[in-house]
């Protein structure tokens, strides 16, 4: 391998790139660098994330630049798109990391959500290379602002993600005010035709470098799969966090409010986690990543789009919570883990029905996905008790004066404790909650590949199906004919809460709940939307039947959940229906989780569970 100063990097730029601690050009370094610094040309580097791109086209980038005659330097020279604040922010940062020593070298990052008079007047001072989002850059291209006509080098960085984001129309605008004879490096992870045909439009016979396989992804990545029914997502994900006490990791949610309700609930659940998405504002944003940067916050449940440009280098777990509609989503969001040559894992809990989409994505990522069995409760109070010890191993001892002064007391009074027995003492007082939960807890049902379920999760499932007419599930519904609950203000409230056409079998209305039929693909989908709902104020409670003991309206159980469903008519008004609120106290919350950080504990925080 050849050192930075064999690829031809300037003694300066080395001085600075030291100074960080890079020793050895890495593989995309090594095969870009040389190209950039020879003759003008346009290039396409497919690379994934976290392999060194940033100094691969910033090093030559610079360079060239501090090398042309001083005068020529205070128009923009090189301009760097990417597709989000906070990545635009980390390369102007790199790049003013590498321009160290080279102090004719001005860089500004110029991002929407922040002033833009102060960008107008650092644009006005002159810079020598402008890092942007596109839509901010449009923005100071029409008020005069920003002109390229100087501009020779263009970067379009993570371009797959810029087109997937929609800015295929403003990247199109900027290209066209840049001068003819500039030239285009394009860094992309994946290779999706639009990207092909941006290619064959702005460039000149580029030069095609792939850092590894084309659109594989990074071989320190193992990739893994959980397969469980959809009612049983949030307690496989539970069991994740669990198992890996020392997780640091994001769960990627498809929808923002499928991410805040994760969130929520892991929150309520006492982990130590937090939402990014769309809908907070950006100074939430800011604050939640900067936790999630200092390790504040062990989990982090993130849409896609809100995870973009989030630069974090040791994450050790990147969870799908359910795979994602493209599977090019799947590579950028793996690529989060088992960055800078560190290895890392990617689990994704999926349901049956996405075996197919398995498929496409192991195509693309080129290795297979292995199905791994979810933790059993015994494994998990294992791995936690350990953890609890190895660390009590670890502790430094050094010396606190507080503690000494009190210690001999300590001591005098646990003296009639056996050592064995101190230890049971300490593990219960940590663990008691976790033990006594996987003890009673029953084990989620697991679905073998072709989505058959065996064993004690067959045998449930035959018998809440034995009621039921061929190929459909009995569910119960805690409304009934005193909510005014009749069979087409059900059909329309099962509708309303579960997206897309369910197949709806026979209705049976009781007083004060109701059961009904639905396709037996769709029963999980259908009592997981529903139970997010509320009529009036009062919660949508859709269960199997069999819970609900079938058939057997006069049990206990049954005349219990009777007594305490209230009779509160059910709105006439398809408006009464709503989703429920989201959880409250979210801020005292956070101070919890705060405070457990402080005090240096896992994701999982014994004394704050509640099992749902
Ligand atoms: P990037 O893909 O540009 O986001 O880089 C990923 C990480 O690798 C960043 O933290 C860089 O600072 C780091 N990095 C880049 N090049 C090197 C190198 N040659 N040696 C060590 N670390 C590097």
Redesign the pocket.
Known sequence: MKSFLELGVSAPICQA?TD???????PV?EAVIPYLLGEAIDLIALAQ????????FGLPLLQNISLMPQGEQSKPQALVLCPTRELCL?IAD?LTSYSKYLPQVRILPVYGGSSIEAQIRALKRGVEVIVATPGRLIDLMERGAASLSSVHTVVLDEADEMLNMGFSESLQTILSEVPEERHLLLFSATMPKEIARIASSYMKNPKEITVGNKNAGNANIKHTYYMVAARHKYLALKRIADFYPNIYGIVFCRTRKETQEIADQLIQDGYNADSLHGELSQAQRDYVMQKFRIRNLQILVATDVAARGL?V?DLTHVIHYGLPDDVESYTHRSGRTA??GKTGLSIAICHSRERGRLKDIERIVGSKIERVRIPSGSAICEKQLYNLADKIERVELTEDATLESFLPGIVRKLDWIEKDELIRRLMLLEFRRLLDYYESVEEIEEADEKGRLHGEAKAKRDKRNAMAEEGMTRLFINFGKFDRMYPNKLIELINKCVPGRVRIGKIDLMPRFSFFEVDEAEAADVVASMNRFEVEGRRISVEYAEEAQIGDFNTKKAKAREKKSSSRRFDDQPSGWERKPQARERRSREGDARERNRRGQSAYIPSKRRER
């Open positions: 790139i960080l601690g890079y020793e050895q050009p890495m370094q994330t976290g392999t060194g791109k940033t100094a691969a980390q790199d630069d280098d960055r800078a």
